[in-house]
């Protein structure tokens, strides 16, 4: 039994099936009762995305983008509606402020698209199954993990790197070419974020290689702005410039700390080095070219959408997906030694 | 009689009466069907917005962005959702490739998400009335408007800047600060896109300052991309480098020609001055700080919601709105006379 059987059997085309599967609003209420009929009374078995769909479902799979204005996330964002494409899906995004909620957010989108599952690009990283209760359908979080929640791993899924892993690895690039005055320019150190996770990281580095922290060099912005980046590192040049190196745990973050050191006089990398965690593609092109840890952007996305659609469609349950970067030796770091 | 009465009519909550006005899929067909009659055997006049709800409609607003990747469009789409969300609509959207066609996508929205209107960010500026005619709903063309098409201006509705102007206007500032030898770095001269346009401008301001025009000073990328604007003038400086300035139809593109004046030894703005059209956050954060006219993309993307909404609720019919930009001098401007 086919599609074009069951088309035969109610007299209509297969694309009026098609339609029917695909809940389309361009079908009468007779012949979606007609055709729906005859599937449940044949032995017709649409795949498992078809099958879906005749519960009441949509073809759609959401993206909720946490914080919009973060450029990290375009090439995300285009690899997962390329992905979502290419499996038959079609995408509806919804964008959120940094201070919204994604669940809440994912969970009207849940009802009121009908979704098949949700990607979440960016969001706490400190859930718990009460929350996360409100979502029914599959979901992945993107980019980041759940390291300050109380999620059990086999409850949900995520693609991410290893943040404080990573900020190690670049505060130890620093170290290795001879600084020991290593300042960290971060949001907060408590936000439960990404910053929170790299600014362990480079706690983590510096006790590692013998270094004691410093907490008049740690620069929390308090936010991930650029604004912010250089208007605080402004403030902290204004008071003291006794470090030779800035880890800062964003590329844009980065680019505006620069500015606030070359109004200071200090030439980056002569004065000091600076060296991030992102990879955008402008900072390959700015003066000097950023030394930053690229995160593998598409991949993240691409790799977000297969996982969710393997839960979809029944291939498999939660995983757990920790992708690594790739140093981008620009010539913003010095070495010193 | 207001929704309260429906309300205590049928014997539901106020929201329920609310959820069948907004067409929500969580309400059961029966409650539905009495509510929708109750309203018509009613003196109950639902406004505009949600009378037209009743017939079918969503409370949709369809977002349709061409070229994702471009960080201009980032602040504008932040605008646009704010806004939708304020006048009590909700925000759809769709991102397409520069390649793909902006209406068909719009015309697809309009029937699946039963959209009551759409903004158009970013699309071609040769439109004909035989296309348009596949949207049925109000729309606006945001960032862009339509020169090179056939369309009566009482037939569609649009916000953008005067590009030609504003191009005219940055190549003047560079003539008035005594540049003569004023390269054009562009996409292409004949895309009927806003760098056709803003090429344009380029040509009637040398023109109009006197000066003929070279060929071999119009750098046609073939694309917005940084690495492209980066590589074509690359290319240009191995085989002469006689002009004192450029000018870039973006604020990328210059980033990305800025690099590679650099690695060939030309410091901006000592030996080149350089000069766009966007004005991006973070080109007042690079190296020189680069001075571009900056348009107005928070209030591009309101205004198009505003021009939207009021055609949607009959309020009135197409109009036509031109910002201006504001020039933000940085540094990357050298005068020399």
């Given amino acids: 039994m086919t599609i074009k059987d069951i088309a035969k059997l109610c007299g ?59 450029p990290f996330y375009t090439d995300i964002i285009r690899a997962v509606e390329k992905r979502i494409d290419e499996a038959g899906f079609t995408m ?13 957010c994912g969970a009207i989108m849940e009802r009121e698209k009908r979704l098949q599952g949700i990607v979440l690009l960016g969001g706490r990283s400190d859930y718990t199954a009460a929350e996360l209760a409100l979502l029914t359908v599959p979901f992945v979080c ?8 109380t999620l059990n791993p086999t409850e949900y899924s995520s693609v991410s790197i290893a943040d404080e892993e990573e900020a190690f ?23 439960h974020s990404i910053s929170e996770l790299r600014y362990r990281g480079y706690e983590r580095a510096l006790r590692t290689c013998g270094i004691e922290l410093d907490s008049s060099l740690v620069i929390a912005t308090g936010s991930f702005r650029i604004q912010d980046a250089y208007e605080s590192m402004q403030k ?11 880890f800062a745990i964003a590329d844009n973050m980065a680019i505006g700390a620069m500015r606030a050191l070359r109004e200071h006089g200090r030439s980056v990398p ?18 000097p070219i950023l030394t930053t840890l690229c995160q593998p952007m598409e991949e993240m996305g691409t790799r977000s959408v297969e996982i969710l659609v393997d839960m979809i469609e029944g291939r498999s349950g939660h995983r757990h997906e920790v992708l690594t970067t790739t140093l981008r030796p620009g010539a913003s770091v010095k070495s010193i030694v």
Avoid: W
């Fill in 142 to 149: 993107c980019s980041y993990s759940n390291q300050y929640g």
């Fill in 270 to 287: 002569g004065d000091c080095s600076v060296i991030a965690i992102d990879g955008l593609e402008i900072s390959n092109y700015i003066d």
């Fill in 169 to 191: 690895r670049a505060v130890t690039e620093l170290y290795q070419k001879g600084h020991r005055r290593i300042a960290a320019l971060i949001s907060r150190t408590d936000d």
């Fill in 12 to 70: 209509v085309s297969v694309s009026t099936v098609s339609r029917v599967l695909n809940n389309r609003p361009d079908v009468s209420e007779e012949i979606r009762k007609k055709v729906l009929s005859v599937i449940e009374s044949s032995n017709y078995i649409p795949n498992n995305c078809a099958r879906d769909l005749v519960k009441t479902k949509s073809d759609a799979i959401g993206l909720v983008v946490r914080g919009v204005s973060n």
């Fill in 236 to 246: 902290r040049l204004g008071e003291t410039d006794d470090f030779t190196a800035v």
């Fill in 92 to 104: 509806v995004m919804q964008q959120i402020g940094v201070c919204d909620d994604e669940i809440k």
